[in-house]
């Protein structure tokens, strides 16, 4: 259904305020516009790309939150987390992650996203990657967005261990899966 632009604005305010993390591709085809029709919409209602909103909410919400190492170490954005229990973060595969001769991602990218969302998941103050089974299920390649998504799956105060599983994403299609022995201090 086509919509007045100020009716289509304030929707679009709403829904972005509901979801931050949703693409301008997403919401021009909610919209029944094009992706320049949003951005323009965005510039005049000054809301953020998706980059920059996904920047602002992992900065206000986890910044406190992350015991283990600072924000900004972790490997692609947190968009969630709640500490020794689950977290998820974002990762966009650009140039600079990907082979120049196939456009196939590295592998140490994906790894770095999911042991650094092993770690910040911790809630102590040092956490430390003990061991690591990895599986890279498919390639993934240039302009992918890769969603990780960690869970504690058992905690042994007595040996300070903790064992996290991370299986990554793309377009709800498992590419990635590992299983994290995570040691900690002060169990």
């Not at 939150?65 to 689950?86: A, C, F, N, Y």
């Not at 990895?134 to 040996?159: G, M, P, Q």
Request: avoid cysteine; charge should be neutral.
């Amino acid at each position: 259904m086509k919509r007045n632009k100020r009716d289509r604005q304030k929707l679009l305010q709403q829904t972005i305020k509901e979801n931050p993390f949703v693409t301008d591709e997403e919401l021009a085809q909610q919209f029944s516009v094009s992706v320049q029709t949003i951005r323009l919409d965005r510039l005049e209602l000054s809301i953020p790309e998706l980059r920059e909103r996904i920047k602002n909410v992992a900065e206000t919400k986890f910044d406190n939150e992350v015991r283990s190492l600072p924000i900004d170490e972790v490997i692609g954005e947190i968009i969630d987390i709640e500490l020794d229990k689950t977290a998820i973060s974002i990762f966009d595969v650009k140039t600079e992650h990907v082979f120049k001769r196939n456009g196939i991602a590295r592998g140490h990218h994906l790894f770095a996203q999911a042991n650094s969302l092993a770690v910040a998941l911790i809630n102590e103050e040092l956490a430390l990657t003990a061991k690591a089974n990895i599986h890279f299920i498919r390639s993934v390649k240039e302009n992918e967005r890769v969603v990780a998504k960690a869970k504690v799956v058992n905690i042994d105060r007595e040996t300070g261990r903790t064992t996290v599983e991370v299986k990554s994403y793309v377009n709800q299609e498992l590419v990635f899966k590992g299983e994290f022995d995570m040691y900690r201090t002060n169990m």
